[in-house]
């Protein structure tokens, strides 16, 4: 059944279109006009997880829509697929991507933290691509939001402080770049 509207997608469906959104964007990088149809289709699947995980104007975000979508990215791997990719996409995509990745870290079932468990369980290295991001200037504010809301977890921070990536961010804080500098410092100095 359609959260918003007939032709709304659910969860899963959303999921998917993200995925082979992404996988055709990298596939036509040379043919503006496929990698445009592409882009438009990754946007309109990052929005939809978005109107899924905070509402709309009109509606509150559904409990067990929220879930089914968490247990959909967790399955899929879309979470590490989102930021791997995170190069390809354009601008608004790369915030609504930020967005959905720091919702998702802020869920708290009872006293459990599922995207912390998930990724700790599944997927640490996430964390590893989220602080080299800093060398792509593209995609380094980004990287440094979604970060610095998974450091303030402390199984997270410990992966990114036991990691060799850590002393990266030395030279992340001096770069000529102000406000990745800049950026990378404030991740740098977090503490919740």
Known sequence: MPLFGKSSKGPAELV???KEGINQVELHESE???????????SKALSGMKVILYGSHDQEPQAEYVTKLA???????ALPFMVQNLHRIDFEAKKDVAQIYNNLLRR????RHPTVEYILSSKPEILILLVKGYENHEIALNCGLMLRESIRHE???KIVLESPEFYNFFKYVEMSTFDIASDAFSTFKVRK
């Open 71 to 77: 247990v959909d990215i967790y399955e899929t791997h």
């Open 155 to 157: 199984p997270l921070a």
């Open 108 to 111: 708290v079932i009872g006293t």
């Open 32 to 42: 503006p006009k496929k990698k445009d149809k592409a882009l438009e289709e990754v």
């Open 16 to 18: 998917k279109a993200l």
